[in-house]
């Protein structure tokens, strides 16, 4: 049952996570707009290694340590965004891509797949587990590169 | 707060979750009791193609197509499950590998990383959201397998 507690709660989350996108850029001068959601005791799974980072503080490094790799320019957009909200947990999943780079750049090869679990802690919508990632084939242990995701291949 | 009701709902979805870890074989004996816990409008982000897996019962079909690949007595064990739940809405995250198969089988060569998003729905905790994946070398293209999660490469 949708109470006014659960549908502000779920307009909340829908628009912290909405509004984030923007704030997905790997630009250096981003990087620090880009921290604050996360809580400190993030767990991220990311698309490349490493397999886990524990923390908002590890996560920032293995960030920082990416910036050399991507344009000012680079920003994020998403689509297929599904979210589901209940108290004080939203769960949301979408595909992604990056953009404001060129188009033979490695990172623009690929949409990619993230789910997003966030938690309100002390009044505050924070990001507690983010994962994203591309599927592999087993045969080869390549990564299979995609901009449509319709696509089974 | 933790009022007698979200405690409740927190042992319940973690008792779901550990206790469907036996389930997560892939014998074709097991399928059908794999499924029940599944929403009928999961989306799965799988460790292989396909890109995205809208409904249970395409995720069924995707899953019946991989059961040649594995023996009958292949098991799943994991590990590192952390888990936050409030009200109808349940978020896990864990690491996993597969067992029961000969150790040079592709399938035993990497654990897997894993969020599962639950909702309870008319009473009953179903998954609305599961992902696996390994991440990948961004220069090569190549999913980097590991055993040991602290490992960087």
């Given at each position: 049952?949708?109470?006014?507690?659960?549908a502000?709660?779920?307009?909340?989350?829908?628009?912290?996570?909405?509004?984030?996108?923007?704030?997905?850029?790997?630009?250096?001068?981003?990087?620090?707009?880009?921290?604050?959601?996360?809580?400190?005791?993030?767990?991220?799974?990311?698309?490349?290694?490493p397999?886990?980072?524990?923390?908002?503080?590890?996560?920032?490094?293995?960030?920082?340590?990416?910036?050399?790799?991507?344009?000012?320019?680079?920003?994020?957009?998403?689509?297929?965004?599904?979210?589901t909200?209940?108290?004080?947990?939203?769960?949301?999943?979408?595909?992604?891509?990056?953009t404001?780079?060129?188009?033979?750049?490695?990172a623009?090869?690929?949409?990619?797949?993230?789910?997003?679990?966030?938690?309100?802690?002390?009044?505050?919508?924070?990001?507690?587990?983010?994962?994203?990632?591309?599927?592999?084939?087993?045969?080869?242990?390549?990564?299979?590169?995609?901009?449509?995701?319709q696509?089974?291949?």
């Amino acid at each position: 049952m949708t109470t006014p507690e659960s549908a502000r709660a779920r307009d909340d989350a829908r628009r912290r996570h909405l509004s984030a996108e923007p704030r997905r850029a790997l630009g250096a001068q981003d990087l620090d707009r880009r921290m604050p959601p996360y809580a400190a005791a993030v767990v991220v799974f990311d698309a490349e290694p490493p397999f886990q980072t524990p923390g908002a503080g590890a996560f920032r490094r293995t960030r920082a340590a990416c910036l050399p790799y991507f344009p000012d320019a680079c920003q994020t957009e998403g689509r297929d965004l599904r979210l589901t909200v209940s108290g004080d947990v939203a769960l949301a999943h979408w595909l992604w891509r990056f953009t404001g780079m060129a188009t033979d750049h490695l990172a623009r090869q690929t949409l990619l797949r993230s789910p997003a679990g966030s938690q309100r802690l002390r009044g505050r919508w924070q990001i507690v587990h983010e994962h994203a990632s591309v599927p592999f084939k087993p045969e080869t242990g390549h990564a299979t590169f995609t901009l449509d995701p319709q696509s089974n291949t």
